[in-house]
């Protein structure tokens, strides 16, 4: 606990609460009268999947959730491998919205969507929390934060395994 005396509050529990209200507002537009596979990526998104999730009730949802991942042995991978995904036929057909916590390369994002349309999704888009923008390629269809091209923890991201249960989002000094 002694390097959280390092750091620097990026956005309070109360911002990011506000940002997921509004971000509600533009997804309900969007994907109104459709009916929409929820997906989140575990782990770190369970925060914002939960928030986000609650304030779509107006929307017709089916809540799915994959678990992907790019560290393998405990090393950052460009490869990466599904943990688990759901059957192809909760996806074929579908419009699936991806849930995540943040964008950083896009490359988790990118190896997702690529495998849930070769499983027949009719659409996939992916919402984020927290969006580093840098003049990355690809972007995020959604997001409700931009963030700084730091290393950022809190709200569902970690910091060395630890650290994703702060209601805030922070980057050390």
């Known amino acids: 606990?002694?390097?959280?005396k390092r750091r620097k509050l990026l956005f309070s529990n109360h911002q990011i609460k506000q940002?997921?209200?509004k971000l509600t507002i533009t997804i309900q537009k969007k994907y109104a009268n459709k009916k929409v596979v929820f997906?989140?990526?575990m782990t770190g998104a369970l925060p914002f999947a939960g928030e986000l999730f609650l304030g779509l009730p107006k929307l017709d949802l089916y809540l799915?959730?994959?678990?992907?991942?790019?560290?393998?042995?405990n090393k950052p991978?460009?490869?990466?491998?599904?943990?688990?995904?759901?059957?192809?036929?909760?996806?074929?057909?579908q419009h699936v919205l991806l849930v995540d916590d943040i964008f950083d390369e896009g490359i988790t994002i990118e190896a997702v969507k690529r495998e849930f349309l070769k499983m027949?999704?009719?659409t996939v888009e992916s919402v984020v929390l927290f969006y580093k923008d840098y003049g990355q390629a690809t972007k995020p269809d959604f997001f409700a934060l931009k963030v700084p091209n730091e290393y950022v923890f809190g709200f569902g991201l970690d910091s060395n395994s630890k650290y994703?249960?702060?209601?805030d989002l922070y980057k050390f000094e």
Request: hydrophobic share 30%; glycine share 4%.
């Open 164 to 167: 994703r249960n702060l209601p």
């Open 19 to 21: 940002s997921i209200q």
């Open 77 to 93: 991978s460009n490869l990466g491998l599904f943990k688990y995904k759901p059957n192809r036929d909760e996806i074929l057909n």
């Open 120 to 122: 027949g999704a009719k």
């Open 39 to 41: 997906c989140p990526l």
């Open 1 to 4: 606990m002694q390097e959280l």
């Open 64 to 73: 799915t959730y994959t678990h992907f991942t790019r560290y393998l042995n």
